[in-house]
């Protein structure tokens, strides 16, 4: 639990926007912020109520760094948008950060440097306590945030893995681990 006024650790509202995850580990809740993203949301809400992720796996759990799924193949080199598989821009706000899933990860170091580049002190304090990717902060979107499950999340980054064979940095999980959406 982290103690702070920066919106992702505060639980929703009635009204707010919610993504449900039934995966084989248990459920995932998270909050999506459809202001600050409304592409990105309108996009995972439309191929979500399609059945797009059903029966999809998790293709990459990395304690500390991610995990991801979503990949209708599985590799997570495909993918599919709700306008006939063209992207969309990326929708950085800079009210939404790469907060937590990586603990201890934001050190003195770090957080002076996050200072330094203009982060507020709210900012900066939250990233020490729940630790997170801030090298991420807009070049990827942040669309949501888990309230409720990331012991489930935490659970499938701590699968067992193989490390891809084209030699990325990418694990994904052992065929006896798969974690199914």
């Not at 991610?66 to 950085?92: F, H």
């Not at 800079?94 to 002190?121: F, I, K």
Request: aromatic share 10%.
């Amino acid at each position: 639990v982290v103690e702070s006024g920066e919106r992702q650790f505060a639980q929703p509202s009635d009204g707010d926007f919610i993504a449900i995850f039934s995966t084989s580990l248990g459920e995932v809740r998270a909050v999506l912020y459809p202001d600050a993203a409304p592409m990105a949301v309108q996009n995972f809400v439309g191929l979500a109520r399609s059945g797009y992720y059903d029966n999809t796996v998790i293709w990459r759990a990395q304690y500390g760094f991610a995990v991801q799924g979503g990949d209708a193949g599985g590799t997570g080199s495909g993918g599919a948008t709700i306008w006939s598989n063209n992207p969309y821009p990326l929708e950085a706000d800079s009210s939404l950060r790469h907060y937590a899933g990586a603990p201890n990860s934001v050190d003195e170091t770090m957080q002076q440097q996050l200072r330094d580049n203009g982060y507020s002190d709210e900012q900066v304090s939250a990233y020490a306590a729940a630790g997170g990717l801030p090298y991420l902060d807009n070049t990827d979107t942040v669309f949501g945030q888990v309230y409720a499950g990331m012991d489930v999340v935490d659970q499938i980054a701590c699968v067992p893995t193989v490390k891809n064979e084209d030699e990325t940095d990418t694990y994904r999980p052992q065929e006896d681990s798969t974690v199914t959406i």
